[in-house]
């Protein structure tokens, strides 16, 4: 009982310390942040890596998850392939301010098929947009498409205010939107209002952050999430599905029938069960094995390998499931309907 009185007390000692720390902040003219790219949270654009908290050589998110990377200084909005970014899904302001830097030129590519980390060095952000809100407060905005970059350096910026499109330039290998936010120099997570080597929060709710209150709703905290999911008829692979996130569809003939779907931030334990059915009795279910260690993504398929002369014309449901310690924490579905 003492020892649970006693954590109580921590707890609401730094939820405290959380809340002064952003009235401080905004005193000193923090920005209040509205959502950096032209989505819907949760169905076309997704939380990938939060900041970084830890100091030392592991990884915490603001929520005491794993969700990130070391040392990763900014959130990752990412899209569900690169082939979004063909839609032209535009990088906005979060808040208004004047551009104090951009860059734009550089290639669209994923950096490990690409020349690696020392090809981009220096250059990590690829493309991107500083902007200066004051106060010694900025925002940067990395990874935008190659020829996208709307604005220019000292122009007068409004938030909402299209500054180029999404993609996956520089140090990437998704497509995202990555933002940062700085004060003196110095890494601010937006989530909390706090510095980088903050203490995380077990109630997520405990601070507002620096979102405004519509955003900081739509962003509500996801440790392990579905990207989406389909029918192939071909194997699918982490890239084939990063690249474009429908691979070829079934044809009647293909020589096997798959179901595939992918979720992010895996804990270690994590399973992913898939079921799928469809006409004359076709009928698979994968329960799936637990995954051994942390994975910020992660593909499950399953299906039928072509044995008679063609596949039975119809509609084919999947099911894809994210199971954390007995429960559903995501889930994903599916239908393809095969013309005769």
Wanted: net charge neutral; glycine share 12%; hydrophobic share 40%.
């Amino acid at each position: 009982m003492a020892s649970r009185a006693a954590g109580t007390i921590l707890f609401a000692a730094i939820a405290m310390a959380a809340n002064a720390a952003l009235a401080a902040a905004q005193q000193s003219g923090a920005p209040q942040l509205s959502l950096p790219i032209a989505c819907e949270p949760g169905k076309t654009c997704f939380i990938q890596n939060y900041v970084d908290i830890d100091p030392g050589p592991g990884v915490q998110d603001f929520a005491c998850g794993a969700a990130t990377y070391e040392g990763h200084k900014g959130v990752d909005f990412r899209l569900q392939s690169a082939a979004e970014t063909s839609k032209a899904i535009a990088v906005l302001a979060s808040a208004d301010g004047t551009v104090k830097g951009v860059r734009d030129g550089m290639t669209d590519i994923f950096v490990s098929r690409g020349g690696g980390m020392e090809s981009v060095k220096d250059r990590e952000c690829g493309n991107g947009v500083v902007i200066d809100h004051g106060g010694g407060w900025e925002t940067q905005y990395c990874h935008l498409r190659k020829g996208s970059v709307a604005v220019k350096s000292g122009e007068a910026i409004t938030r909402g205010q299209r500054l180029g499109d999404t993609g996956f330039s520089g140090a990437a290998d998704f497509a995202h939107v990555h933002l940062q936010v700085r004060h003196n120099n110095e890494v601010i997570d937006p989530f909390t209002g706090q510095p980088q080597n903050a203490i995380c929060l077990k109630d997520t709710a405990a601070v507002a952050g620096l979102w405004q209150e519509a955003t900081a709703k739509a962003l509500a905290y996801t440790d392990g999430q579905a990207l989406g999911s389909g029918f192939t008829g071909i194997l699918p692979t982490k890239d084939t599905v990063e690249d474009q996130h429908a691979p070829e569809l079934p044809t009647a003939t293909s020589p096997q029938l798959v179901y595939f779907a992918r979720f992010m931030n895996l804990r270690a334990g994590d399973q992913v069960q898939i079921s799928l059915t469809g006409p004359q009795g076709f009928a698979v279910g994968d329960p799936g094995k637990p995954v051994d260690r942390p994975k910020a993504t992660w593909l499950s398929f399953s299906g039928k390998k072509l044995t008679q002369a063609a596949w039975p014309p119809g509609r084919y449901s999947g099911k894809a499931a994210l199971v954390r310690g007995g429960k559903t924490v995501s889930e994903t579905s599916a239908v393809f309907d095969l013309a005769p």
